[in-house]
């Protein structure tokens, strides 16, 4: 019977044996003093390419979350909004070019802040989404599901893109910087169902704008990386 | 506060504006019955755009410069600015270039009359809602393969994405949709979005002409693109005879093999298939014993049949017979004074009302053979028995007589020692396997210990089977008795061959000495007079029987027995059985069943 259990419990160790590799080399690179240190179990273009995943994910994502809660929520005139792109986004700190020629002469650095930057404003206000959406009686569990998987979806991208930044600019870890939101949670007992639906809605194509310029900006870098001439305006 | 009013603004500001501009851009659809419009704005790149109006029911604003075009982007310090470019071949457009296109900034355009100071229309958007990409170009198919009927075929195609559209930089991400038709017609068969720049179409018909188109459009957006130019998709249908001719042989081949393995296998098994499928019709069956089963039946089959008539009763056979007879009178004192178990184990000499021979007994009532009328009258028998009052269920030794000759007869052990009713009683000559106690031992004392015997069959199957015929017929004919010719006749056909010998052999002596025992001591043996006995060889009838079987002489008060010593065998006194018979338990008394053994032993 000892052969036996030795045998199951060299079986187990062999079969977690990939978690422990896992585990043992997590994405940020934290020692045990908790301060950081490069990663070398990944390497960048890697690294960028599964960033530029998860950017095109929570895109594509956010575009869904549009449709359906425009599907259930918004009455038909309104759809023109959508198209405006979301005229009440809240500002950021520092504007954002929007030409192409523009964009091609952002420097990498500065690419890779303003994604940081972007994923980080937007965490708060989705935490709040989910509240609000809660609140509404006939949310489709698909809308619920896709706005937790933004928010999960955002952290590890923000992960991503420290380790980016680190690796990339060679350096260190950011304080993450707090945004002043204009859009704060309203704890009304019950507020009007028009005002809110615009202000969600409002939010979720405020959100969709920025993901895009996240996977417009990942991809411009990684661009970059592989082809430098080709990427450059004329 | 602020917020609610601004929203509160905008939805106002969108009802009473017309959008044009909506997420499905309308292109290119001048209204005739309304006034100056925008008919549309697009965007091909994402990097430049354009837009369009018409002037509608007014046609005196028709020529150029009547109205002008305004756009606001929705930046901080933005004013109504003119159209950057009103270009010169296409009649009512704007351009904005490189420089004064944005994205994700939300523009404003209006449509002025500048002379009359009116807005006659208003859109807002975003340039990447307006985006409607290039078609892609390329377009060309490859065959994949083709069925093994040759009807049908898949393809390949593939294209490259439209080159106004920076893909690589990341500018724009497409997705593609491809469609195909068979030619002239007018459905179009539409496969799922692809964002690689390869789609596979199965399930083509040979011989028919398909053709292909595909278009793009930005990922999360909803604007296709136009369609790329059709390409003429077309693959001959191949007659491939080959590919048909062995499978036609094969399947020739094999209805023949499997005709052939039919045939042999019902010739093989013709008899079985004749039974199963042409079942014997059954013979009629008469009530009575199947010739077949007196052929080669098993004795006790045909003991069975002959029981089920009204001549026997079954159970009877079936019981051990010694243990039906063998009743220990334990309730009735008077019995026991008047004689002890010893008394009616040695037999007829110690007391008076043994009853050796039990041949009516009240619950005995199958016994119908024994009053056949061949047999002379059971009571004449019964009279020849000292002090026989009716008592023979008493007895506890009781005589099998002719009760067990025909099942003796019909049994396996076919050593039939029928005793002739007709001359004495019915001496049973019974070869029962139960019969026979085995000596296995002695005891110091002097005592025996017996042990339930087995006949040593070997050699009496054999006489079986050479008797067993016989035998039955004889049963069958004389309503199984056998008379003392036919037992002479079948105990002559057993082999005289003394020797450990267990049985019936050695019978005769014992029983013969048992009434030597009391009477008559070294009387020769006589054929003759005792039709029971065998007919040995002279010198064989007194050789001392075999160890395993001795006659007890004595049962003592500790209900041993005391057994002959085996050497001293005093002569077999063939006396006449009638002489005898009185004195001479049918039973071999030296002979006890464990049965009997067993109600003897405390």
């Given at each position: 019977m000892n052969r036996v259990k030795v045998l199951q419990a060299w079986l187990w160790c062999v079969s977690l044996w990939p978690c422990w590799l896992s585990h043992a080399v997590p994405l940020d690179c934290k020692d045990e003093t908790g301060s950081l240190i490069q990663c070398t179990s990944i390497s960048q273009e890697k690294l960028l390419d599964r960033v530029i995943q998860h950017a095109e994910l929570i895109y594509r994502v956010s575009e869904e979350s549009c449709t359906l809660f425009e599907d259930m929520f918004v009455p038909y005139p309104l759809y023109a909004l959508r198209n405006q792109g979301g005229t009440m986004c809240h500002t950021k700190p520092f504007p954002i070019p929007g030409s192409k020629t523009e964009i091609q002469q952002i420097s990498d650095k500065w690419l890779l802040h303003s994604v940081l930057m972007l994923v980080q404003s937007w965490m708060e206000p989705f935490v709040y989404l989910q509240t609000t959406l809660n609140r509404y009686d006939d949310a489709p569990d698909a809308l619920l599901n896709k706005t937790k998987w933004v928010s999960d979806k955002l952290l590890s991208l923000e992960q991503g893109v420290v380790v980016l930044i680190r690796k990339m600019l060679d350096e260190g870890i950011l304080t993450p910087s707090i945004f002043e939101h204009t859009l704060t949670p309203d704890d009304e007992p019950s507020p009007e169902i028009p005002e809110s639906v615009l202000r969600d809605y409002n939010l979720l194509i405020c959100f969709k704008k920025d993901a895009h310029k996240m996977e417009t900006f990942l991809k411009l870098l990684k661009c970059r990386q592989s082809n430098k001439l080709s990427c450059l305006s004329y | 506060?602020?917020?609610?009013?601004?929203?509160?603004?905008?939805?106002?500001?969108?009802?009473?504006?017309?959008?044009?501009?909506?997420?499905?851009?309308?292109?290119?659809?001048?209204?005739?019955?309304?006034?100056?419009?925008?008919?549309?704005?697009?965007?091909?790149?994402?990097?430049?755009?354009?837009?369009?109006?018409?002037?509608?029911?007014?046609?005196?604003?028709?020529?150029?410069?009547?109205?002008?075009?305004?756009?606001?982007?929705?930046?901080?310090?933005?004013?109504?600015?003119?159209?950057?470019?009103?270009?010169?071949?296409?009649?009512?457009?704007?351009?904005?270039?490189?420089?004064?296109?944005?994205?994700?900034?939300?523009?404003?355009?209006?449509?002025?009359?500048?002379?009359?100071?009116?807005?006659?229309?208003?859109?807002?958007?975003?340039?990447?809602?307006?985006?409607?990409?290039?078609?892609?170009?390329?377009?060309?198919?490859?065959?994949?393969?083709?069925?093994?009927?040759?009807?049908?075929?898949?393809?390949?195609?593939?294209?490259?994405?439209?080159?106004?559209?920076?893909?690589?930089?990341?500018?724009?991400?497409?997705?593609?949709?491809?469609?195909?038709?068979?030619?002239?017609?007018?459905?179009?068969?539409?496969?799922?979005?692809?964002?690689?720049?390869?789609?596979?179409?199965?399930?083509?018909?040979?011989?028919?002409?398909?053709?292909?188109?595909?278009?793009?459009?930005?990922?999360?957006?909803?604007?296709?693109?136009?369609?790329?130019?059709?390409?003429?998709?077309?693959?001959?249908?191949?007659?491939?005879?080959?590919?048909?001719f062995p499978t036609t042989l094969v399947l020739i081949f094999g209805m023949i093999g499997v005709v052939i393995l039919l045939v042999l296998l019902i010739f093989s098994q013709q008899q079985r298939l004749m039974v199963i499928f042409l079942p014997p019709i059954p013979a009629p069956k008469i009530k009575g014993i199947d010739p077949e089963l007196l052929k080669n039946g098993k004795l006790d089959q045909l003991n069975s049949l002959l029981s089920s008539q009204d001549m026997y009763k079954p159970d009877f056979y079936h019981e051990d017979p010694w243990v039906e007879f063998i009743q220990l009178d334990l309730d009735d004192p008077a019995e026991k004074n008047e004689s002890s178990d010893t008394q009616h184990l040695l037999g007829l000499s110690r007391s008076g009302s043994s009853h050796v021979l039990n041949f009516k007994s009240d619950d005995d009532s199958g016994r119908a053979s024994c009053y056949d009328p061949e047999i002379p009258n059971p009571e004449d028998l019964a009279t020849l028995l000292p002090g026989h009052s009716g008592r023979g269920d008493n007895h506890p030794l009781v005589s099998r007589s002719s009760s067990s000759i025909p099942d003796l007869g019909v049994q396996q052990t076919s050593e039939v020692k029928e005793t002739p009713i007709q001359k004495q009683p019915a001496v049973p000559s019974w070869v029962n396997m139960d019969f026979y106690a085995q000596v296995s031992d002695f005891t110091p004392a002097g005592g025996v210990v017996l042990s339930p015997g087995q006949l040593n069959s070997s050699l009496e199957k054999k006489k079986e089977e050479e008797n067993e015929k016989k035998i039955q017929f004889q049963l069958v004919s004389d309503g199984a008795y056998t008379s003392e010719n036919t037992a002479r006749q079948l105990s002559a056909n057993v082999p005289s061959s003394p020797g450990p010998e267990q049985g019936y052999q050695t019978f005769p002596t014992q029983a013969v000495e048992g009434t030597s025992e009391r009477g008559v001591p070294g009387c020769p043996p006589s054929d003759s007079q005792m039709p029971y006995l065998l007919p040995e060889a002279p010198p064989s009838p007194i050789l001392p029987p075999v160890s395993d079987y001795t006659v007890v002489q004595e049962v003592d008060a500790q209900h041993s027995l005391l057994l002959n010593p085996p050497s001293s065998q005093p002569a077999i006194c063939p006396h006449s059985p009638n002489k005898h018979l009185p004195a001479m338990p049918t039973m071999p008394m030296g002979y006890l069943t464990p049965d009997f053994l067993g109600n003897l032993t405390p």
């Open positions: - | 506060m602020a917020y609610s009013l601004l929203l509160s603004l905008l939805y106002l500001g969108m009802l009473c504006g017309n959008g044009l501009v909506s997420a499905r851009s309308e292109l290119f659809t001048p209204d005739p019955s309304r006034g100056p419009h925008f008919t549309g704005c697009r965007s091909r790149e994402q990097e430049t755009f354009r837009c369009w109006w018409s002037a509608g029911i007014f046609q005196n604003l028709t020529e150029p410069g009547a109205l002008r075009v305004f756009y606001m982007t929705k930046h901080a310090l933005s004013e109504w600015q003119e159209c950057p470019d009103y270009t010169r071949t296409v009649k009512n457009e704007c351009y904005f270039n490189k420089t004064f296109t944005q994205i994700w900034t939300s523009y404003c355009i209006q449509l002025r009359s500048v002379r009359e100071n009116i807005t006659y229309d208003e859109a807002c958007f975003t340039v990447e809602n307006i985006v409607h990409p290039d078609p892609p170009i390329g377009l060309n198919w490859t065959l994949l393969n083709v069925s093994r009927s040759g009807l049908h075929y898949d393809i390949l195609v593939r294209w490259a994405p439209p080159p106004s559209a920076d893909v690589q930089m990341g500018w724009m991400s497409l997705e593609y949709q491809v469609q195909y038709r068979v030619r002239n017609n007018s459905h179009w068969e539409m496969l799922d979005l692809e964002s690689g720049t390869q789609q596979s179409i199965y399930g083509l018909h040979t011989d028919k002409e398909y053709e292909v188109r595909v278009r793009c459009k930005m990922t999360a957006f909803d604007n296709f693109g136009e369609f790329s130019d059709s390409i003429i998709v077309h693959v001959a249908q191949i007659p491939s005879k080959e590919s048909t």
